[in-house]
């Protein structure tokens, strides 16, 4: 897993480079995340750890605190999740995730990048199944089994911990991020994560041809201009 891990964490295209960009969808997330589990970060746990994100991202504080605002009064847009799938160039995997309040323009949207780079989007549950839904933590420590050991205290189901130059990356099933956090931070204190978030992990990657990489940053930069696509995961080994 770790090696996917590591292709994707340095070739995937995340966000637009745009400052204003990446403020505007971390304000998004963190509305809609407050609105639907509580606007207090002491309570809701998945909206503390995206507000920690954010400002490591050097989001300004007062659009975190808009959203929270925003949330806090019940006003404001209805956001919902959705995510597309689809096949890029050397017919790698992609997985595009979205906020909208609009799924019929969002979807046309997003259907139109696949098109215009001549890549196709797929059915839901196309490319899922190489994926997997993770949640990771990476920190500086320097032994993993006094973090496994922890984890284990904790009855946390783990999938993997790694090792590598100072720093323990934790994999774990999404659906133990709460569980998996509350451990670690417990139990080593002033814990700073370098990565804290659910991502989709592919399981192998696909090498993408040199003629094929002209399309496929078409593809990531048309993504990335969507102002509805939140995340953008894929297998390709750039």
């Given at each position: 897993m770790g090696r996917a891990y590591q292709n994707r964490k340095e070739s995937i295209a995340k966000t637009a480079t745009a400052k204003s960009r990446?403020?505007?969808r971390f304000g998004r997330e963190i509305y809609v995340c407050a609105k639907q589990s509580g606007p207090d970060p002491d309570a809701n746990l998945a909206l503390r750890s995206l507000i920690d994100r954010a400002k490591k991202e050097q989001v300004p504080s007062h659009v975190i605190d808009k959203?929270?605002?925003?949330?806090q009064g019940g006003a404001g847009e209805d956001f919902s999740p959705a995510r597309y799938e689809g096949y890029g160039p050397s017919n790698c995997m992609?997985?595009?995730?979205?906020?909208?309040?609009n799924p019929n323009r969002t979807f046309g949207e997003v259907r139109n990048c696949f098109t215009k780079s001549k890549c196709k989007i797929g059915e839901q549950g196309s490319v899922m199944h190489s994926f997997e839904h993770c949640a990771i933590f990476a920190f500086k420590h320097d032994n993993e089994d006094d973090v496994l050991?922890?984890?284990?205290?904790?009855?946390?189901?783990?999938?993997?911990?790694?090792?590598?130059?100072?720093?323990?990356?934790?994999f774990a099933p999404h659906t133990?991020?709460?569980a998996t956090r509350q451990a670690l931070t417990a139990a080593f204190a002033d814990i700073d994560f370098d990565t804290d978030e659910?991502?989709?992990?592919?399981?192998?990657t696909t090498a993408i041809a040199e003629d094929d990489m002209p399309m496929f940053e078409r593809l990531m930069d048309m993504l990335n201009d969507c102002d509805d696509v939140q995340n953008i995961y894929h297998n390709a080994e750039v």
């Open positions: 990446v403020y505007s959203a929270l605002d925003k949330a992609v997985i595009v995730e979205c906020l909208t309040d050991e922890a984890l284990m205290e904790a009855d946390v189901d783990v999938g993997d911990v790694e090792f590598d130059d100072g720093v323990v990356t934790v133990e991020y709460a659910i991502q989709f992990v592919p399981h192998v």
